[in-house]
């Protein structure tokens, strides 16, 4: 029997990284994203289709707040790097708006029509896009943070720079080697170099912000240990890093804490913005 990363096996590594497996439905979890999501694209004014690039993919919806001097919260999809939109992942635009922020949510080509290396490639241009504020939107561009899930925290830590004011970032992935031996490289066609190269956990960490690392308490063993790592290179590198679970939250659903106000998720993120 080949133990292939952590002593693990090519069937322990497909359980601890199957995310969908740890719910009893995952459709009713896609669905909370989606009714969350349109009732913020019907009861907010959303300036759409904000171009990053030349791609089609390359677009941002942006939710204003009613103050043009606002901080924005950058928000970055999951879905494994080949599913979802910036069209359900809007689900908290009404929270935060209502409380003083803007959100802007970012699309990019999905897996495998694009290559692990061109995803984070998009992503940092569509921060760097929204940090240079070249069509003069109505928030400060000195104000900017980032928030991903899953896939998406792993696009917002590969995007994390010195601008950046702080960060969230639920349920994600910082090392990917453990992903060449499961499925999610049938889409990613990751390899030991590719790997290392688009993992977090290998490159500098900007120290200046404060990074908020959080996780359902039913996921697996390995994408807890993945965030718990991720937290300790950040402290280690003296940066400020706050980690933590929760409770009765599952892989995809302790994102969509962030649109209730009663949440630890969301009043932790809305601190750090306040507080930057």
């Given at each position: 029997m080949q133990h292939l990363y952590r002593d693990m096996t090519v069937a322990q590594l497909e359980i601890q990284y199957n995310a969908r497996a740890t719910v009893p439905d995952f459709n009713a979890e896609m669905h909370a994203y989606r009714t969350l999501s349109d009732e913020a694209y019907s009861d907010l004014t959303v300036l759409k289709d904000i171009a990053y690039g030349p791609h089609e993919d390359e677009r941002i919806d942006l939710f204003p707040s009613p103050s043009a001097a606002s901080p924005v919260l950058i928000f970055i999809h999951g879905g494994y790097w080949r599913a979802l939109s910036r069209r359900e992942s809007a689900f908290m635009a009404n929270q935060f708006v209502s409380h003083g922020i803007a959100v802007a949510v970012v699309e990019y080509t999905l897996a495998p029509i694009a290559t692990l290396s061109q995803i984070v490639d998009q992503m940092r241009r569509a921060v760097e896009h929204l940090i240079e504020n070249p069509d003069n939107l109505p928030y400060d561009p000195n104000r900017i943070f980032l928030a991903g899930s899953s896939a998406g925290a792993h696009l917002a830590a590969m995007s994390l720079r010195s601008e950046i004011k702080g960060a969230l970032l639920a349920?994600?992935?910082?090392?990917?080697?453990?992903?060449?031996?499961?499925?999610?490289n049938e889409w990613l066609a990751l390899t030991e170099e590719t790997a290392r190269e688009n993992s977090p956990i290998h490159h500098p960490i900007p120290t200046d912000s404060p990074v908020i690392i959080t996780w359902g308490e039913t996921e697996t063993d390995e994408f807890k240990r993945q965030s718990r790592d991720y937290a300790d290179k950040i402290v280690k590198a003296d940066g400020s890093a706050k980690a933590f679970e929760v409770p009765n939250r599952n892989h995809f659903n302790v994102i969509t804490d962030l649109a209730d106000s009663r949440s630890r998720v969301f009043h932790e993120t809305l601190s750090m913005i306040r507080n930057a």
């Open positions: 349920s994600g992935l910082y090392d990917l080697e453990p992903l060449r031996f499961c499925a999610p």
